[in-house]
């Protein structure tokens, strides 16, 4: 036997298909009116979800039969001329900025895990002492001003 359900069922269902009944689904259209019925909290939930229903209209009108032919004709026709690899190939020839762009951001990477490497030697041939710290600590005695510009 199913359970009644919720109020928050009722509303994460009413803030997923609105306010209309019509676009519930057909499986969960009885159990909402129920719970409208029953629940005096409902109606609140209903009230907001009209008020979000009637600002999309006003600010999203339905798409022309014309538009809506147009995307799914288009849709038709990429999903026609692809194949499951197509999806998840990488393009052979990726555009000069891409290949760019790549290039910059491998070499970054090298360096810093190159630096992460070389600075400790560095420091420790520098200053002589393994400890990062009393390195850290040489180099900005010798190198740092210490009284103010």
């Known amino acids: 036997m199913k359970q009644a359900m919720s109020l928050k069922q009722f509303e994460a269902l009413v ?7 019509d676009n519930w689904p057909d499986n969960e259209r009885t159990p909402m009116l129920s719970v409208l019925d029953s629940e005096p909290n409902a109606a609140g939930i209903m009230a907001r979800a009209e008020r979000l229903d009637g600002v999309l209209d006003h600010y999203l009108p339905p798409a022309s039969a014309d538009l ?20 998840i190939a990488f393009p052979q020839n990726p555009p000069r900025r891409a290949r760019n762009a790549w290039a910059i951001v491998t070499g970054l990477a090298a360096c810093f895990v190159g630096g992460f490497i070389a600075a400790p030697l560095v420091l420790d041939a ?13 180099i900005s005695a010798a190198f740092l001003p210490t009284e103010p510009l």
């Open 126 to 138: 520098m200053t002589g002492s393994p400890d990062l710290m009393a390195s850290l600590d040489i």
């Open 68 to 87: 809506q032919s147009r995307i799914l004709s288009d849709m038709e026709a990429m999903l026609g001329n692809e194949t499951d690899t197509d999806i």
């Open 15 to 21: 803030a997923a298909y609105g306010a209309t009944p």
